[in-house]
């Protein structure tokens, strides 16, 4: 492999390899060369999506900057790189762009691994080019920019046989967007009575099936940037697709098929038997799939020009193709409105963001269309029109939305607010990006978009917000510890009225005790485009008062932000990271999950921030890599199991990464597949389970706390201490952030006393308890959460508060994981347990109540629930705790998981 840079196109002019001549404008502009120590400054693309640093490679034309990682450096897909990871407006600071990646035969496992890149250039150019060889394909791509495109990236692809390999059908890119992150939106330019817009069919990645029902025609594809996130939009608009045989060209079926997390944009590599190129394959032509490869003798040839736009809309790419389609000028009386416009016969055409006076200008092709205004507060209209040559028809009426009922916030309040309709129809949504993103019949909600509003009292909070004319009920709640308050309202269509709620008092209190969230992510992950300030509001208006920034592969310091909100007096934050893996191969053929790690610290100038790496690498080889780091962060499994709506894929308990079984809490360590956990490393001597927690409630799931308490039950008898944790894993505003969260204890819980070493300790220890409302007291005669009761019997105490807005019903105690006692229990009621112990053993305690009442309304789909992490019991006195093992009788807890106690 080499990745030695070549020379730039600057040096070879110097060379005298270049072109005889170059303006002073352009050597001052063009670049293509590899990022080092000395440059990183100023070959840096930014934004929330920056990923590239030193040894990756940079390539601007002073316009434009983009960046292509070093192979060595893992994507977001794959443990190589050698693809586009960073685009932008220079010196804006508004990279969205998570990864452009080569694929071949629609499938995760065909990711083109690149293991040589080059830089040069010529007259007005410069580029990139990667080159790769995989399943005999020889494949490169080359990246470049001109001075006189200045807002366009070309990208050209050329693919050949050149050993012996599988046979191919397929060959595209595949581009990411998770989780809605830019919503994607599809145009046909040859057809466009055939585009879909911002709505595509349902699809599963892991599905080549699914994946080719899923197949749309489609010619451009638009990502638009995340609403108050730098603007931007990206267009990668198809160029060619053809094959070349000799002399003889044939052009190639394109299309491309889309989900809530990527968008494949492919060619078949034959010509059609029967239809069109411009088509989507049908039966016919996937019959043809294999029959379908590339010989020695043929050249594949695809070209790209991916475009970037100014603003976050489809337009601002349409504007940049139909570059000689007639001006079309108007307003709408809201500039909050997105206008959508489609064609006579309904098919999306494009879709705007007005300026903001509500003035709009856009070019459009001569025809017949609808203007859609959608805007906050429920409001829309529509009006059709028709585009000639006639200059005055490219001047549209005025687009008249009407006002909204204007709610008047209440100052320095700190809290979320549900806005419950009378009329039934469910609380107010705030925040949607009025898109319509949908794939299948599920929508993409947007990263600021939730049923609620968060106001924490500081700078960034709304003044007002719209709403739908009609009488509300407003829910405002502040976490588990504050009282709730209920005051109606009624909103008039053009009025504004003072929404008026008094101070959320604190009625429960927790001394000893700090609130914390160890799973929280911004727009700073590549799978969210909710931006950092809104997050931290939102979760200062939780209540709870440590944030773990813990973004998707980027090592984000969350102090300056908080800082800049005016919040740093209502929370503290700890630096961590997500270490992801979706790769399906290498080490870990069925991929390694997902880890937190807490804290560590950014390096200034590396690739991710110095985030550690996980793709295609075996758990216990990332563990030992991060053991080395110093301080050395405790590590959390997150989210193992699957529950209700987590996807299949990123749950390393459910298939163990190397093995493809999953672990199995009934049988024994050393009994397959569960041996996979204790095997050591010949090298360093590690274990795939040498973490130090696992995230046991991961947001709202009942059903997947239950599945992973099994495990972590079963590790625990047989001698695997594994501290328990209760996060939100909140990406998005919708997700509620800082509930379930984990309390553990510190000498002094004031913020101002907060030391991060001795919470870090506390964690360790198993001082800790999750919660998604009931507040726990719990000791066995004395002895704390995480110690070591020594003795053969004692009595186990506990003490419950909850808001009164909080449901509390009963409560259960655990002996190595056997349900041994429950009973009723009120908040405000305390129990004792007198508990006899044959051997050593660990106790647990779980609280729970109804979801209903003001609970449920406030916090939708969440249990009133606790759990405790385990006090440990030396019952012969021999200064340790010696575990029991597996019972021969089972318990439920174990043996039946899915089913509650």
Avoid at 352 to 376: E, H, S, V
Wanted: charged fraction near 20%; hydrophobic fraction near 40%; include cysteine.
């Amino acid at each position: 492999m080499s990745t030695r840079p070549r020379p730039t196109w600057i040096a070879s002019l110097l060379l005298g390899l270049g072109p005889a001549f170059l303006s002073a404008q352009a050597q001052a502009e063009l670049l293509a060369e590899r990022i080092t120590a000395d440059n990183f400054a100023t070959h840096h693309v930014g934004g929330p999506d920056s990923d590239a640093g030193i040894g990756d490679w940079f390539l601007s034309n002073g316009t434009l900057c983009a960046a292509i990682s070093d192979p060595d450096h893992e994507s977001a897909v794959t443990p190589r790189g050698g693809v586009l990871i960073d685009l932008g407006h220079c010196g804006e600071d508004d990279d969205q762009w998570a990864v452009l990646q080569p694929m071949l035969n629609l499938s995760q496992s065909h990711v083109v691994p690149v293991t040589e890149i080059e830089a040069g250039g010529e007259t007005g150019r410069a580029w990139l080019r990667t080159r790769a060889n995989f399943v005999g394909i020889e494949l490169v791509t080359t990246y470049s920019v001109r001075e006189d495109q200045p807002t366009a990236l070309d990208v050209s692809v050329r693919a050949k046989r050149v050993e012996d390999g599988d046979s191919l059908f397929s060959i595209g890119q595949i581009l990411l967007h998770p989780s809605g992150q830019t919503p994607v939106f599809s145009l046909l330019r040859s057809d466009l009575d055939r585009s879909v817009g911002f709505v595509f069919p349902k699809t599963d990645r892991n599905s080549v099936t699914s994946l080719l029902a899923a197949l749309i025609a489609t010619d451009l594809t638009i990502l638009v940037g995340g609403d108050a996130m730098p603007p931007i939009s990206y267009g990668m608009e198809r160029l060619t697709s053809r094959v070349r045989e000799g002399q003889d060209l044939a052009a190639l079926a394109s299309f491309s098929v889309s989900g809530k997390h990527f968008t494949f944009v492919n060619s078949m590599t034959s010509p059609l038997w029967f239809g069109e190129n411009d088509e989507a394959p049908g039966l016919l032509q996937l019959a043809q799939i294999p029959f379908m490869d590339v010989s020695g003798e043929t050249l594949l040839e695809n070209d790209y020009r991916i475009h970037i736009g100014a603003r976050a809309d489809v337009a601002s790419i349409t504007d940049a193709i139909w570059t000689d389609a007639p001006l079309v000028r108007g307003r709408v009386d809201d500039p909050n409105a997105r206008i959508h416009f489609d064609r006579a016969s309904g098919a999306p055409m494009t879709e705007i963001r007005p300026d903001d006076d509500g003035t709009f200008r856009l070019r459009l092709p001569i025809g017949r269309y609808r203007a859609r205004a959608l805007a906050p507060g429920s409001r829309h209209t529509s009006i059709d029109f028709e585009i000639s040559d006639d200059p005055a028809s490219h001047q549209l009426p005025l687009v008249s939305l009407g006002p909204p009922a204007w709610v008047r916030l209440p100052k320095d309040f700190i809290g979320r607010l549900t806005f419950m309709n009378r009329d039934g129809s469910g609380p107010s949504v705030f925040g949607a990006n009025l898109l319509g993103q949908r794939m299948g019949d599920k929508a993409v909600p947007s990263g600021l978009e939730a049923p609620f509003l968060s106001l924490a009292a500081s700078p960034v909070d709304p003044e007002r917000v719209a709403l739908s004319p009609g009488r509300y009920r407003v829910i405002a709640v502040r976490g588990p510890e504050y009282e709730a308050r209920v005051v109606p309202l009624e909103a008039r269509a053009g009025k504004e009225t003072q929404l008026t709620i008094e101070p959320l008092l604190r009625i429960e209190r927790t001394p000893g005790w700090l609130s914390v969230d160890f799973h929280v992510h911004s727009g700073e992950s590549f799978d969210s485009s909710l931006p950092q300030s809104a997050q931290i509001v939102a979760f200062a208006a939780s209540g709870a008062e440590l944030l773990v920034a813990t973004e998707h592969d980027r090592i984000f310091d969350p102090r300056p932000a908080i800082a800049a909100s005016g919040l740093d007096h209502q929370l503290v934050s700890i630096t961590g990271v997500e270490v992801t893996s979706s790769y399906e191969g290498g080490d870990s053929p069925h991929a390694t999950g997902h880890l937190n790690a807490f804290p560590v610290e950014p390096v200034p100038g590396a690739y991710r921030r110095g985030a550690p790496t996980l793709e295609g690498r075996r758990l216990r080889d990332a563990l030992a890599d991060m053991a080395k780091l110093s301080p050395a962060p405790f590590v959390q499994m997150n989210h193992p199991r699957a529950g209700e709506n987590l996807a299949e894929g990123d749950l390393y308990f459910d298939h163990l990464g190397v093995v493809g079984e999953p672990f199995d809490p009934t049988l024994p360590l050393d009994r397959f597949p569960n041996t996979a956990l204790i095997e050591r490393s010949p090298t360093h001597g590690g274990r795939d389970l040498d973490y130090e927690g696992v995230e046991l409630m991961n947001a709202e799931s009942m059903l997947r706390y239950r599945r992973v308490r099994a495990d972590w039950l079963s590790l625990m008898l047989q001698g695997e201490r594994i501290v328990g944790t209760a996060n939100s894993d909140s990406h998005r505003l919708g997700v509620i952030v800082g509930l379930p969260r984990t309390y553990v204890a510190v000498a002094d819980d004031r913020l101002e006393s907060f030391h991060e070493g001795e919470l870090m300790q506390s964690l360790r220890n198993g001082q800790a308890w999750g919660t998604t409302g009931p507040l726990l007291r719990v000791d066995l005669d004395g002895t704390p959460l995480g110690a070591l009761h020594a003795g053969a019997s004692g009595t186990l105490h506990l003490d419950v508060a909850a808001a009164p807005w909080v449901p509390i019903a009963e409560w259960r105690a655990y002996v190595n994981g056997e349900l041994v006692h429950r009973a009723p229990i009120r908040a405000g009621e305390s129990a004792a347990l007198p508990l006899a112990f044959a051997q050593d053993a660990f106790v647990t305690v779980e609280v729970e109540g109804p979801a209903a009442g003001l609970y449920a309304e406030a916090l939708p789909k969440f249990t009133p629930f606790a759990f405790t992490n385990p006090i440990f019991v030396d019952a012969d006195r021999n200064g340790r705790f010696d575990a029991p093992g597996l019972p021969h009788d089972l318990p439920a807890t174990l043996s039946n998981p899915d089913q509650p106690d």
